[in-house]
């Protein structure tokens, strides 16, 4: 069920329940105030019996001369103005003999009927009431007659107030009226705190699951929904800036495709038009082929070196480049290393100068990895330098690590360069007119190496004066 559903039933269950409350309550008073009107008439009675005492002693004493005697009618007729009152005397047989209201034309009553003793039933309207008494002889002591009294109500009941009620119902108003409006804002404010924050929510959520990564939420106040749209705007940017790199990964591997096939194509076409000559005889002696042997060689590296970072890169894409850590000893395995390699550097006219002592410690490592991460930043540093300048190969022991240092008197990286060294496909703007040549993959792949060996590589270069590199490994 929708909470909005939910919240419309709640609601009305407990407005239902607050008027079912209500209802009783008003129930409960009303008999309560039935009740004490009934116990009041009881009371009222002896106070209509002093009002009328006067009276009915002169008729129990005078009773039977009513009818006759026009001194005694005139002293009733002076008592009940006095009282504020109408007597209407009748015999035992419900024949009227006296009434103090002439213009009312009575003559009978039925005894059955129209006596009343009581106020309950005495009551005639809203402002009257009849009440009989039996009138006895005060000589004999026998019943003569009946008197019938018309009081008003005020003389019989007194002034009365319903304060309590009155004050009672109305505390039960207000306080229906209060919970009522409590229930109506907190109605409101779930729709505006929650229900309405949450839809918005499921229109980002639909906006992202169309791809589109630019529309941010709405929402500013401080409280748990907002942290829910800070986390959520969040999770929105972090998706965005996943899709751009995503996109720009996409874009760089077609990017590298195309530069590595043009990049193979050229020294392969190299390659084939050397291998032409050479079987057409354009070679007149075997220095010249010699020197076509050394061109086709040096083209043959170049492709060799593409594809194994392509390779690498295929591999790490996939999880697969092995690591497979070995206990060896430094200064042996370091040496195998750099001596081709001082080899290679030296024909291209920049000067090699190798460590002059290579400590001799233990180490976990991957001794084939090593050596590609080593003859990448040489040949990176290759890239980078003119014949004439130096590359230093140094090492050292210090904090429990040995660091290689590979550093170069080249032309450096670019400042604008120096934060992406080590992403995947970037070759950085080259500072001369020519294009940079690479993949833009070497580093990447020699940053992965050196950290699956639980090491660090790091480096600092200035512009025009040369770059070093230091690859940490743990003892």
């Known amino acids: 069920m929708y909470l909005q559903d939910w919240i419309q039933r709640w609601l009305i269950a407990a407005l239902t329940g607050l008027l079912i409350i209500a209802g009783c309550g008003a129930g409960f008073l009303w008999n309560d105030e039935h009740r004490v009107q009934e116990e009041e008439s009881r009371h009222v009675i002896n106070r209509v019996r002093l009002q009328v005492s006067g009276i009915m002693r002169y008729l129990e004493r005078y009773g039977q001369k009513v009818a006759n005697t026009a001194e005694v009618q005139e002293a009733i007729k002076s008592m009940a103005k006095e009282q504020g009152l109408n007597l209407l005397y009748t015999g035992l047989d419900g024949r009227v003999m006296f009434n103090t209201a002439p213009g009312d034309g009575i003559q009978q009553l039925d005894l059955r009927t129209d006596l009343h003793y009581d106020l309950y039933h005495a009551k005639r309207d809203?402002?009257?009431?009849?009440?009989?008494?039996?009138?006895?002889?005060?000589?004999?002591?026998?019943?003569?007659?009946?008197a019938v009294f018309?009081?008003?109500?005020?003389?019989?009941?007194?002034?009365?107030?319903?304060?309590?009620?009155?004050?009672?119902?109305?505390?039960?108003?207000?306080?229906?009226?209060?919970?009522?409006?409590?229930?109506?804002?907190?109605?409101?404010?779930?729709?505006?705190?929650?229900?309405?924050?949450?839809?918005q929510l499921k229109d980002y959520s639909e906006a992202i699951l169309k791809g589109n990564y630019e529309q941010g939420t709405a929402y500013h106040r401080m409280d748990e929904m907002g942290e829910v749209h800070i986390m959520f705007e969040q999770m929105r940017l972090e998706i965005q800036h996943l899709s751009r790199r995503r996109d720009e990964q996409d874009q760089a591997q077609k990017e590298l495709i195309s530069n590595i096939s043009h990049e193979l194509k050229t020294p392969l076409a190299t390659?084939?038009?050397?291998?032409?000559?050479?079987?057409?005889?354009?070679?007149?002696?075997?220095?010249?082929?010699?020197?076509?042997?050394?061109?086709?060689?040096?083209?043959?590296?170049?492709?060799?070196?593409?594809?194994?970072?392509?390779?690498?890169?295929?591999?790490?894409?996939?999880?697969?480049?092995?690591?497979?850590?070995?206990?060896?000893?430094?200064?042996?395995?370091?040496?195998?290393?750099?001596?081709?390699?001082?080899?290679?550097?030296?024909?291209?006219?920049?000067?090699?100068?190798?460590?002059?002592?290579?400590?001799?410690?233990?180490?976990?490592?991957?001794?084939?990895?090593?050596?590609?991460?080593?003859?990448n930043l040489i040949a990176n540093a290759l890239k980078h330098t003119s014949p004439g300048d130096t590359i230093r190969v140094n090492t050292e022991l210090a904090r429990g690590q040995l660091t290689i240092t590979i550093a170069d008197t080249g032309r450096g990286i670019l400042p604008q360069d120096m934060p992406f060294v080590f992403d995947r496909y970037f070759k950085g703007k080259a500072d001369t007119d020519s294009e940079a040549e690479g993949s833009g993959l070497g580093l990447s792949i020699c940053k992965y190496i050196i950290e699956a060996h639980r090491g660090t590589i790091s480096f600092n270069s200035v512009q025009g004066q040369g770059t070093t590199f230091y690859c940490s490994i743990p003892l």
């Open 126 to 146: 809203q402002n009257y009431y009849r009440i009989a008494f039996p009138v006895v002889d005060e000589a004999t002591q026998v019943q003569v007659g009946h």
């Open 271 to 375: 390659l084939k038009a050397y291998i032409e000559a050479i079987r057409e005889g354009v070679c007149p002696d075997m220095d010249s082929v010699m020197e076509y042997a050394e061109v086709m060689h040096n083209n043959t590296e170049k492709m060799s070196r593409l594809t194994e970072d392509l390779l690498l890169h295929a591999l790490r894409e996939l999880g697969q480049i092995s690591v497979t850590l070995k206990e060896r000893y430094s200064k042996k395995l370091l040496q195998s290393i750099l001596q081709p390699i001082a080899h290679y550097v030296s024909t291209t006219g920049v000067q090699f100068i190798g460590p002059e002592e290579i400590p001799d410690v233990l180490i976990h490592v991957d001794g084939h990895r090593l050596e590609q991460v080593i003859a």
């Open 150 to 199: 018309t009081l008003q109500a005020r003389d019989v009941l007194g002034p009365r107030t319903n304060v309590i009620l009155y004050s009672l119902l109305a505390v039960m108003a207000f306080i229906l009226m209060v919970l009522c409006l409590l229930l109506f804002l907190l109605r409101k404010k779930l729709r505006r705190d929650i229900i309405q924050p949450a839809c």
